[in-house]
């Protein structure tokens, strides 16, 4: 990738950010992959076009519902030509937000982490759920399960919504929750026209200038989401995923502490990794 003329102010997990002025930045989206909040040593080739691609369509299509950190400018406005086109796939130009402090999830099935804290107390975050539910089962109604937001090599944990409440303050959180559900519930019935269950998601929010909640970040994207088909779907099992829970998976078998350095991914599981976020690109915005 070239070289952008621009100052970098963060170099996360997955996206770098550079500076634009006072109210706008770039974001750009690598190629590269974190599993376990470790990021791992092979990048996944194209996958940050990808997740781009997938977060503008879902952002676009749940603009009715709350505000995006979308400026309304390209990378051409900002960038030179040559420098536009290198990036121009997985790069967007942004508003530069106030970040909530707390990561908003939303499940609608009964896995991952979730399913472990389950297993163990019959809740999860604090939110009693019914008994004998298995594994990869649809829950009555979408629950909001916010988590910490660690910094880069830490580990985000689940927390309740009075410790949410706590951390960000009482009014933010109960609306957080609200627009998370409400993103959450619109593109979980989009996807299952497209045969794709969304059994859980992350969203990131922030707040403008004016103290509005803006939703930011990416959205609905393999890397934040656990998407499976609803042909290979069955509850009781660990269903096959359509996203990055695919080499989760493969992770949690080698052997690894989830503490770094991550193993090396083989070069087969890359690429059927790869196959995974096109296929969801493909089916989500055909």
């Given at each position: 990738m070239n070289t952008i003329s621009l100052k970098k102010i963060y170099s996360g997990k997955v996206r770098d950010l550079y500076e634009i002025d006072e109210q706008s930045m770039l974001i750009v989206a690598s190629d590269r992959l974190s599993a376990f909040d470790v990021i791992l040593n092979e990048p996944i080739p194209q996958k940050g076009e990808i997740l781009t691609q997938i977060s503008n369509?879902?952002?676009?299509?749940l603009s009715h519902i709350m505000p995006n950190h979308f400026t309304g400018q390209t990378v051409y406005d900002i960038l030179p030509e040559e420098q536009a086109r290198t990036i121009e796939r997985?790069?967007?130009?942004?508003?530069?937000?106030?970040?909530?402090?707390?990561e908003a999830i939303v499940r609608g099935y009964l896995a991952g982490s979730g399913w472990k804290e389950y297993q163990k107390t019959g809740s999860i975050c604090g939110i009693?759920?019914?008994?004998?539910?298995?594994?990869?089962?649809?829950l009555p109604e979408a629950v909001f399960t916010p988590s910490t937001k660690a910094e880069v090599g830490g580990h985000d944990e689940n927390i309740s919504f009075e410790q949410c409440a706590d951390?960000?303050?009482?009014?933010?959180?109960?609306?957080?929750?609200?627009?998370?559900?409400?993103?959450?519930?619109?593109a979980a019935a989009y996807a299952e026209t497209r045969g794709i269950i969304i059994c859980d998601t992350k969203f990131e929010f922030g707040l403008d200038e004016n103290g509005t909640l803006t939703l930011m970040d990416e959205v609905l994207t393999p890397d934040s989401s656990r998407f499976w088909s609803e042909n290979t779907y069955q509850p009781g099992t660990n269903p096959p995923s359509f996203d990055k829970q695919f080499i989760r998976d493969w992770?949690?078998?080698?052997?690894?502490?989830?503490?770094?350095?991550?193993?090396?991914?083989?070069?087969?599981?890359?690429?059927?990794?790869?196959?995974?976020?096109r296929e969801a690109l493909d089916v989500l915005t055909a």
């Amino acid at each position: 990738m070239n070289t952008i003329s621009l100052k970098k102010i963060y170099s996360g997990k997955v996206r770098d950010l550079y500076e634009i002025d006072e109210q706008s930045m770039l974001i750009v989206a690598s190629d590269r992959l974190s599993a376990f909040d470790v990021i791992l040593n092979e990048p996944i080739p194209q996958k940050g076009e990808i997740l781009t691609q997938i977060s503008n369509f879902w952002f676009e299509k749940l603009s009715h519902i709350m505000p995006n950190h979308f400026t309304g400018q390209t990378v051409y406005d900002i960038l030179p030509e040559e420098q536009a086109r290198t990036i121009e796939r997985r790069a967007v130009v942004a508003k530069r937000l106030q970040p909530v402090k707390i990561e908003a999830i939303v499940r609608g099935y009964l896995a991952g982490s979730g399913w472990k804290e389950y297993q163990k107390t019959g809740s999860i975050c604090g939110i009693r759920l019914p008994e004998n539910l298995r594994e990869a089962e649809q829950l009555p109604e979408a629950v909001f399960t916010p988590s910490t937001k660690a910094e880069v090599g830490g580990h985000d944990e689940n927390i309740s919504f009075e410790q949410c409440a706590d951390i960000i303050g009482t009014d933010l959180a109960e609306q957080v929750r609200s627009k998370a559900i409400a993103l959450y519930t619109e593109a979980a019935a989009y996807a299952e026209t497209r045969g794709i269950i969304i059994c859980d998601t992350k969203f990131e929010f922030g707040l403008d200038e004016n103290g509005t909640l803006t939703l930011m970040d990416e959205v609905l994207t393999p890397d934040s989401s656990r998407f499976w088909s609803e042909n290979t779907y069955q509850p009781g099992t660990n269903p096959p995923s359509f996203d990055k829970q695919f080499i989760r998976d493969w992770l949690e078998q080698s052997g690894w502490n989830k503490q770094p350095p991550a193993p090396a991914v083989p070069q087969d599981i890359i690429e059927k990794t790869l196959a995974k976020y096109r296929e969801a690109l493909d089916v989500l915005t055909a």
